[in-house]
């Protein structure tokens, strides 16, 4: 019975959170904004992410490429794609500071090297409607807000994509109190580095890449910035009209997650633990209609499944029946990432390594 309560709980927590998940609105004129995208070893993506943006762009709108030391052919893709398209700079990437963390430190040059008012972050794997970059400025009005961010639709070519991969909205729906998401406190930083914008006077004023310069959870680390200094950031549901190919490998999937699934708990043991424990309890409801099938683990397991089916259906995701396969693959990688930075091993993620 306590385990039909708790998924019961867990169940209507999470509709009443998904309620507070607030769309984009209509687009609206869009004032000079610098599009700002880091990019190494993204020759696969250059071609999807440039005709995704070319029809995207108004005026004022400027796209800035940070070309980062790249192992294979992302320039000369960069400059085949772009052509003779004014609309577009390629930067340069300059050698890696002591420090900072890769994808930081582009964010960091691009910033610096830019002047427009607004900075919309974007990575490299990501496509974009035509009436995104309208939509988000006219978010972050309604929001009242200075950082807006929020997750896309994932598509999951591999199979531990499909597994982990919308984990990503199940975390947020079913741990961030949406309907507190613009309190102004540091432990409600919630934010998705695929796409932020950000008001720059406020960006440059909380000291913007620079005050995280070592982080490998850049987006939840920036956010925690804007908060502390008392900015309004918002987490809004942006999956309609933005995609992100993550992961073109199973690899790729293990390795990219467990960069930073630890590190988004600030590698706190405490947290990890609560974070077993919840997850651990959904999928001892599956469990239990495993071995002793009574209509108490078949309502708790239908608590959970329908709880993931709420999330799907709000982020476009498709394979809500695989969640006790995702319980399995999460609690595996965290207790993975709790091991190996009890161990100190470190990882390696796009040629560079990290502690």
């Not at 400059?79 to 930067?91: C, G, K, N, P």
């Not at 004023?205 to 950031?233: M, N, P, Q, W, Y």
Request: aromatic share 12%; proline share 6%.
């Amino acid at each position: 019975m306590i385990l039909f309560v708790l998924t019961g709980l867990m169940f209507l927590f999470t509709l009443v959170n998904l309620a507070f998940l607030r769309p984009l609105t209509a687009p609206i004129p869009v004032p000079p904004t610098a599009l700002c995208i880091p990019l190494r070893n993204e020759e696969r993506n250059v071609p999807k992410l440039i005709n995704s943006l070319k029809p995207a762009l108004t005026a004022g709108c400027h796209v800035y490429l940070y070309e980062d030391r790249s192992e294979d052919g992302t320039y000369d893709a960069l400059v085949r794609e772009i052509a003779s398209d004014d609309r577009f700079t390629i930067l340069r990437g300059v050698p890696l500071t002591d420090g900072w963390s890769g994808k930081v430190h582009a964010c960091h040059q691009l910033a610096i090297q830019t002047r427009e008012p607004y900075l919309l972050f974007l990575d490299a794997d990501v496509t974009i409607d035509p009436s995104f970059v309208g939509r988000m400025h006219g978010t972050l009005v309604r929001e009242g807000a200075v950082f807006l961010s929020g997750f896309p639709r994932f598509p999951t070519p591999t199979w531990l994509g499909k597994l982990l991969i919308p984990m990503q909205h199940v975390l947020i729906a079913q741990h961030l109190p949406l309907f507190w998401r613009k309190v102004r406190h540091p432990a409600f930083a919630a934010a998705n580095g695929m796409n932020v914008l950000v008001e720059r006077t406020s960006y440059e004023e909380v000291g913007g890449h620079a005050s995280i310069h070592d982080s490998l959870i850049d987006d939840i680390d920036l956010c925690r910035e804007f908060k502390r200094r008392k900015k309004v950031t918002s987490l809004v549901n942006v999956s309609p009209y933005i995609t992100c190919d993550m992961y073109a490998t199973n690899e790729e999937v293990w390795n990219g997650f467990s960069k930073n699934v630890f590190k988004g708990m600030n590698e706190a043991v405490g947290i990890a633990l609560y974070f077993s424990l919840y997850y651990g309890v959904q999928l001892s409801a599956f469990i239990f209609l495993l071995i002793r099938p009574d209509w108490i683990s078949l309502g708790a397991s239908l608590f959970v499944l329908f709880a993931r089916l709420a999330i799907d259906l709000k982020s476009g995701g498709r394979h809500f029946w695989l969640h006790p396969f995702s319980l399995v693959a999460y609690l595996v990688l965290l207790t993975n990432a709790v091991v190996r930075k009890w161990r100190r091993k470190p990882i390696t993620w796009k040629g560079r390594m990290y502690h």
